[in-house]
Structure formats: structure tokens, C-alpha cells
């Protein structure tokens, strides 16, 4: 790892500090795919990939005393990240978590790609009429989707070989927020404090897979009450069919990916501490009342439960009905 920093204070209330780093990571763990003709079904875990992280990170802290009364802190921080899969021992690449009643994986590990990679189709509109359907053809004439029925989704040939197959899958967005950010503030007024505190992430995608393709009779998401029903009636949602046979919802593509940009207020708090005139008649040395709410509102174009979606066994992004976080209120007492 190299890792170059600075820290400095500027005009006495302004203090900053800037990290640069490359950090390579070597032999990292993952679960190794073996043939099925082994006779073993618990796939091993193997020291399979490598990858390299650049990133800059940035902290800002502004620190003012106005007067005996009055004091504010306010304190900032951004970090960027890009990453870079350089080794995988077996394969050119590995497949990462295979979506529900599909064939095709969600996400993809690829040497030279960056690490948490979406793959699948493109879209490129709905077909609106019979006659798009048939003028949809390769070079020799033949229908790229044959198929396909008006309401459908047109996948994009981005191998160029004249019919829409496995090989026309390409890289969808990042499910790693390659930029997080935070702000917090404190300030205090006499026997008044206030704290806030809010963070956020941005240049990631979602997958939303909240339905249970397995299950035919789940429930839709209220955005199918936009779909396909006529020409001209929608160019994003396809039109509902149990047969699925343009695999419109079976096959990974960015139809289930949605901006997973947000802003969240994960803290606010408003404290009031009664003076010590007031307390020590009674032998108590500090007494505190406050009111605080965690996840008070989140700013988000997500249409899923939350936006704050993590992950585990290298497998990040996908929201499969991830139980939101609550907003809270509390009332307290800090005591001594």
C-alpha cells in the first residue's frame, strides 16, 4: 500500500486533511467453483483474485468560537474510489449471485473491470407494434428477436453478430458507491446543543429484485401500474405475461437497475442542560434533557424500501426485500 496524506490548519478555525492511497490486494478469498463430476457440493473457499484500489479521501473540519456563549463545529468528509480486478486464478471471469428463476448472473468479476460489476442486457425501448417487431432484423434480414410480441422489451446486439444471445450482456454500473460522503454539525448556545449529522453515496446502481420472480403470484411493484398496455402507452415498463417468453423479466438487464444515490439525516439531536443554580440545591452535578430522531428523512430517487443496501460474501447491491431501517424519536435524560 502506498498512501500519501497531508494535514494542515489554515486561518486558525479551518483544519483539513487530504489522503492519497494505491493499495493492492493479493490472494483475496472467494468460493471456488468445481465441476459437478467431483462428487463434492460445498464449494471451497480459495485465494482466487487480486485487485488494486485508488482513491483520494478529504476531511474538513471548521471550528469557531463566536463569543462565550455561542460555538460551531462543522465537519465534512468525501471519498472516492475506483478499483480494479487484476488476477483471477481459473477463470476470465467469475459470476456473482444468479438472479431468481434466471440463468444469468446479477453481478460479474472480470479481470480489468472494476470490482462489484452489474452485467446483463440493455435495453433500448419496447417494441409498440407488430410492424417494429418485424424491422428488427440483422444484415440478412432475419428478425433479431423472433419471439418478441408488441410490449416487449428490445434488446440492444452489442456483439454486433445479428441475434440476441448470452454474448450480448456488458457491463451495467457499479454496485460499489465509488463516492461516500458525510456532513456532522454541533453547536452550542449557552445551555442550548444541537448535533446533526447526515450521510450519503452516489455514482452507484440498485438492483430492485423486491418481486419473487420464483413465484409467479407474487406482488408487482406499484411502478407495474405504468406498463405496456397499447402503443404509445410506455417505452420503460413491458407489457405483464406469465409466459415471459422475450425473458423481459427473467433476464438480467438494466431494467432492474435504479440511481442509488441518496442523502440520509441520520441524526438529530437538541439538548437543553439546566444550570448548575438550579441543580446543585439538589446535589446533582450535570442534568440534561434532550429530544433525538434517527433516519429522519432520506433524499433518494430509489423506488425501493431503502436505499442503504450492503452485502456479504462479496456480493453487493441487491435489494432483495432488505428490511428498511426505521425512523426513530427519542426523549432522554443524561444524569450525573
Known amino acids: 500500500q502506498l498512501h500519501l496524506g497531508i494535514d494542515a490548519t489554515l486561518f486558525r478555525d479551518l483544519s483539513f486533511t487530504l489522503d492519497l492511497y494505491r493499495k493492492a490486494t493479493n490472494d483475496m478469498l472467494m468460493v471456488k467453483q468445481i465441476p459437478g463430476y467431483v462428487g463434492e457440493s460445498n464449494n471451497p473457499w480459495s485465494n482466487l483474485a487480486s485487485m488494486v484500489n485508488n ?32 488476477k483471477l486464478s481459473d477463470n476470465p471471469y467469475e459470476s456473482l449471485a444468479k438472479m431468481q428463476a434466471s440463468n444469468y448472473e446479477v453481478e460479474r468479476l472480470m479481470v480489468g473491470k472494476p470490482f462489484g460489476m452489474f452485467w446483463g442486457f440493455k435495453t433500448n425501448g419496447i417494441f409498440q407494434t407488430q410492424a417494429d417487431v418485424d424491422s428488427y432484423v440483422n444484415k440478412d434480414g432475419q428478425k433479431l428477436q423472433p419471439n ?40 452550542e448556545y449557552k445551555n442550548w446543543d444541537a448535533t446533526v449529522f447526515g450521510q450519503g453515496v452516489t455514482g452507484n446502481k440498485i438492483c430492485n429484485q423486491i418481486r419473487r420472480l420464483d413465484v409467479p403470484t407474487s406482488n408487482y411493484l406499484r411502478s407495474a401500474l405504468g406498463r405496456w398496455v397499447g402503443p404509445g ?78 452485502g456479504g460474501a462479496g456480493i453487493y447491491g441487491i435489494d432483495r426485500a432488505v428490511y428498511p431501517q426505521a425512523r426513530s424519536f427519542m426523549l432522554g435524560v443524561d444524569l450525573t
Open 55 to 86: 482513491g483520494i479521501e478529504l476531511n474538513l473540519t471548521y471550528n469557531k468560537q463566536f463569543s462565550n456563549d455561542f460555538t460551531l463545529t462543522a465537519t465534512g468528509n468525501i471519498a472516492y474510489n475506483k478499483s480494479e480486478v487484476t
Open 233 to 310: 402507452t410506455s417505452n420503460t415498463y413491458p407489457r405483464l405475461t406469465d409466459a415471459d417468453t422475450n425473458g423481459n423479466f427473467t433476464n438480467m438487464s438494466d431494467f432492474y437497475l435504479e440511481d442509488g444515490t441518496y442523502f440520509r439525516l441520520k441524526t438529530l439531536q437538541i439538548g437543553y442542560t439546566l444550570p448548575k443554580s438550579i441543580i446543585s440545591k439538589i446535589s446533582i452535578e450535570k442534568l440534561r434533557v434532550y429530544a433525538s430522531s434517527n433516519n429522519l428523512f432520506t433524499l433518494t430517487k430509489y423506488t425501493g424500501y431503502d436505499p442503504e443496501i450492503g
Open 148 to 187: 418478441a410480441k408488441p410490449g416487449d422489451f428490445k434488446w440492444t446486439d452489442i456483439d454486433g453478430d445479428g441475434s440476441i444471445t448470452s454474448a450480448d450482456r456488458d457491463n451495467l454500473g457499479l454496485a460499489i458507491p465509488p463516492v461516500v460522503f458525510g456532513l456532522t454539525l454541533k453547536a
